[in-house]
C-alpha cells in the first residue's frame, strides 16, 4: 500500500511503552503509519534508574521533536567522590569526565518527552499484551489479551514493531532459539531513588565505592533525589532470585563491616518500596525481523547500563526505523533488511564497547580496581588530566558515542 499517493495509512503495532516504544510511535506516526500501542502495565512507568543520553541520542531526539524537553539534571556545582567503607574520601571522577560527556538525568525523563510527543492520534492500550502473532507476505494477525478482562481479540496490522525490553514478548514469540538470544555477563545491578541525601553529604554530591567484585555508586542530580546503583559480580545468577533481594546484596556485600554509609545505603534499599533487581544481559540476535515483525532497543539488543548507550541507541534505532520506511513505503521487508544493514555494525561496536565499560562501573577483581585507581588518579592531575581527556576526545570510543546514525 503506498501512502504516498494519499490511501490509507497502514496500521502499526508497537509493543511495549519504554523509551524505544514512545520513540517508535512518535516515528511511525510521522512517517504516516496508524499507530496502535500495547503497554503490560496498567499504566505508564515513571522514573527510573540514572542514564545519560551521548549525541546519538541527542540527534535522534532532535528529529523526533522532543530533544527541548529532555533536560540535563547534573548539578553544575556537584562533587563526585570515591569513597571507602571506614568513612574517607577523595575527590573522583566528575559526570563530565564519563565517556562521551552525556546529559544525565533517569529514565523517565525521556519517557516523559517523548510522551509529551506522542500525537493523541497514537492510541494506547493499557494491560494489553499479545499473546500469538501469524504473518504472511501482507500483514500480521495478532491476537491481544486483555489481562483486566481476559478477553482475547484479533487484529491485523502491517508491521510489529517488539519494543518491549529484555525479556521480550515479541521475541519469544516471533523469533526462535529466545532463550539462546540472551546473554548473561554474571553480574547483578540494584536500583532505586533516595528520599534524601546521603549523611554528611550535600544533595548534589555524587558518590562511588568500588571494590573488587562489588561497587556501589549514588548519581546525584540538581533538582530530584538522587539514584543509587549496586553492582556485584556473581557465578551463579539464579541463585540470588531464590531470597529477598536485600539478602542477595548484603551477602554480596559481606562479611566485612559495611560501615556507616555503605550501611546507610543498604538500609534505604530494604525500605523503599519502589526498586529495579536484576541480571546484567546482553541480547545477540542474528536478525532483529522476521518478515515484517521487527525488534527494537533492549528487546533486539540490550546493551546493558554499562555501554552508557542504551537509551540513546533506543532512540536512534526507532529513529532511523522509520526513516527507513518512509524510503521504502511499498516494501517493509526491505525497509526493516536496510534498517538493520545500517544500524547492525553501530549496535555491534557498542555490545564490545559496553564489556569494556563495565571497568568503569565495577571492577571485577583486584587488578582491575587498581587500574581503575590509577586512571581515576591521573584524570584529577591538573596537566595529565588535561592531555587523557584531550586524546579520548579524538577517540573512536568518543566519536561513536556521537554519530548521527540516521544521517551517517
Known amino acids: ?32 503509519w496508524d499507530v496502535v500501542v500495547l503497554e503490560k502495565a ?10 545519560g543520553l551521548l549525541g546519538t541520542g541527542v540527534s535522534a531526539a532532535e528529529r523526533l521533536g522532543f530533544s527541548d524537553l529532555i533536560v540535563d539534571r547534573s548539578a553544575p556545582d556537584g562533587v563526585s567522590y570515591e569513597i571507602d567503607r571506614v568513612g574517607r574520601r577523595r575527590p573522583g571522577l566528575s559526570y563530565a569526565d564519563l565517556p562521551g560527556q552525556p546529559r544525565l538525568m533517569v529514565r523517565g525523563d525521556i519517557e516523559d518527552a517523548a510522551y509529551a510527543a ?51 514478548t515479541v521475541r519469544r514469540l516471533a523469533f526462535e532459539s529466545e532463550q539462546e538470544a540472551i546473554r548473561r555477563l554474571g553480574y547483578m545491578i540494584a536500583a532505586f531513588s533516595l528520599s534524601g541525601p546521603v549523611p554528611g553529604f550535600r544533595r548534589q554530591d555524587g558518590l562511588v565505592l568500588a571494590e573488587a567484585g562489588r561497587s556501589a555508586w549514588v548519581f546525584a542530580f540538581e533538582n530530584r533525589p538522587a539514584t543509587v ?36 545505603l543498604l538500609d534505604e534499599f530494604e525500605k523503599t518500596p519502589d526498586y529495579l533487581f536484576d541480571s ?53 521487508p526491505r525497509a526493516l533488511r536496510e534498517w538493520q544493514q545500517r544500524l547492525r555494525p553501530f549496535i555491534a561496536y557498542h555490545l564490545g564497547s559496553g564489556l569494556d565499560m563495565r571497568r568503569i562501573f565495577v571492577p571485577a577483581n583486584h587488578t582491575e580496581r587498581i587500574a581503575r585507581s590509577a586512571v581515576g588518579r591521573v584524570m584529577r592531575m591538573p596537566v595529565a588530566g588535561k592531555v587523557l581527556s584531550k586524546a579520548r576526545a579524538k577517540s573512536n570510543s568518543e566519536r561513536m558515542k556521537m554519530i548521527d546514525i540516521s544521517a551517517a
Open 1 to 32: 500500500m503506498d501512502m504516498s499517493k494519499g490511501m490509507a495509512p497502514q496500521r502499526a503495532l508497537v509493543v511495549g511503552l519504554g523509551i524505544s516504544g514512545i520513540a517508535s510511535g512518535v516515528r511511525l506516526q510521522q512517517a504516516g
Open 42 to 51: 496498567s499504566e505508564r512507568r515513571r522514573g527510573g534508574y540514572f542514564v
Open 118 to 168: 506522542l500525537p493523541s492520534s497514537v492510541e494506547i492500550r493499557y494491560s494489553s499484551t499479545p499473546v500469538k502473532l501469524r504473518q504472511d507476505a501482507d500483514g500480521v494477525d495478532v491476537d491481544i489479551k486483555d489481562s483486566v478482562t481476559g478477553k482475547v481479540t484479533t487484529e491485523r496490522f502491517a508491521l510489529v514493531v517488539g519494543a518491549d525490553g529484555l525479556r521480550s
Open 229 to 264: 546503583l549496586f553492582n556485584y559480580r556473581t557465578d551463579d545468577v539464579d541463585a540470588e532470585f531464590t531470597r529477598p533481594h536485600i539478602e542477595s546484596l548484603r551477602a554480596a556485600f559481606g562479611p566485612e563491616a559495611t560501615g556507616s554509609i555503605l550501611g546507610w
Open 280 to 332: 546484567a544481559e546482553h541480547v545477540r540476535l542474528e536478525r532483529w525481523y522476521r518478515g515484517r515483525i521487527v525488534l527494537v532497543g533492549d528487546a533486539a539488543w540490550c546493551l546493558t547500563l554499562y555501554s552508557g548507550m542504551g537509551a540513546s541507541t533506543g532512540l536512534a534505532g526507532a529513529d532511523l526505523l522509520g526513516t527507513m520506511l518512509e524510503r521504502n513505503r511499498n516494501n517493509v
